[in-house]
């Protein structure tokens, strides 16, 4: 099994689960509407505690079924494996480097001369013949790996893994102001997010992709969650968005910022919303005044409650989705959602 160990954490990539429906209560909101103790005969429940609490107890609701659905994948992929090298009458080992490393070409002179003149230095400068065994093996590896993955992944999507775990969600609202796609979408997408954080701007595309492709079966909301003490200039842009938002043109201006990622200083927004068409003197006055601090204050006190503890952070009908995802991710959770709808 000496094949099988180091790949097996790639499974728990792009994890979901079969909920029960977005607007049904999942596990998460029951047990945060339960009464977990009486003060002076006064009832105390789990979602009046503080909102970094309750989010807290939210992420390691996630990471408790991650590790369970990991751990399913890995059982079922071990049985697989077994019962299918006890057909052939062969090793798991055998049957891995059968059907995975078999497949691998060995690296071509040209790229072992190319990969040493790229990493020469690294090897101290050595000739190739005194170091071509560790070339070899360092380009060889990541397509070992490669193949390896693809083969375990074909293995379990040819069998029945019928997974029960229920992956936790959480009601979260969107903001109608803030909301592109049919806001009568099957599948909502809440993103708590901000405009300083390049990660946040790295899954925009994959956000406009995924609204594109799926049209009036997905929307799409934005809600604030400016990390203030590593980005400064957060807070500021999230309160010049709702102020573009006031004109109508908040996703004019969210596009805005992050095309011109960086340039949020004061000035900035201004200019920003200059090159929209906002009405400067009603824009500035908005900003200035800090009319919607207390607005994204409450998104941000939400966003905790919810579990987000970084951004950008996705809810997709409630299931928590971290990170710059790739698109695939995303589907995976929508698709599923979409095939519980069908008749």
Request: charged residues 30%; glycine residues 6%; proline residues 5%.
């Amino acid at each position: 099994m000496r094949f099988l160990k180091p790949i097996l954490l790639v499974l728990a990539v792009g994890i979901v689960g079969a909920g029960a429906g977005y607007w049904a209560r999942s596990a998460s909101s029951d047990q945060a509407k339960q009464q977990i103790a009486t003060i002076n005969g006064e009832p105390l429940f789990e979602s009046d505690l503080p909102a970094e609490v309750v989010g807290e107890i939210r992420s390691l609701r996630n990471q408790e079924y991650k590790l369970k659905y990991q751990a399913i994948r890995e059982a079922a992929l071990t049985r697989l494996l077994k019962a299918e090298a006890e057909r052939r009458k062969i090793t798991i080992d055998e049957l891995v480097r059968a059907e995975a490393d078999a497949k691998v070409a060995v690296p071509s002179e040209a790229e072992l001369k190319a990969y040493y003149e790229i990493q020469k230095s690294r090897l101290g400068n050595k000739p190739l013949e005194d170091v071509i065994a560790a070339v070899r093996e360092s380009l060889r590896k990541p397509r070992l790996d490669a193949a390896r993955r693809e083969f375990y992944l074909r293995t379990l999507d040819s069998a029945d893994v019928q997974v029960m775990l229920e992956a936790p969600r959480v009601e979260v609202a969107g903001d109608p102001a803030r909301l592109r796609g049919n806001p009568m979408a099957p599948v909502r997408i809440v993103e708590f997010s901000e405009f300083q954080c390049p990660y946040c701007r790295r899954a925009q595309p994959v956000i406009a992709a995924i609204v594109e492709k799926y049209g009036d079966k997905v929307s799409h909301s934005f809600r604030d969650f400016p990390l203030r003490d590593i980005h400064p200039n957060a807070q500021k842009a999230a309160e010049a968005a709702r102020c573009a938002s006031e004109q109508g043109k908040f996703w004019e201006y969210y596009k805005t910022l992050f095309a011109n990622f960086g340039q949020l200083s004061r000035e900035d927004l201004t200019r920003h919303a200059q090159s929209i068409g906002l009405d400067l003197p009603s824009f500035d006055q908005c900003v200035d005044g800090g009319k919607h601090a207390a607005a994204i204050e409450a998104d941000l006190q939400e966003g905790l409650r919810a579990g987000a503890s970084s951004t950008p952070t996705f809810f997709i009908n409630g299931i928590a989705l971290v990170g710059a995802q790739p698109q695939s991710a995303f589907e995976e959770v929508i698709d599923k959602e979409l095939a519980k709808r069908r008749p």
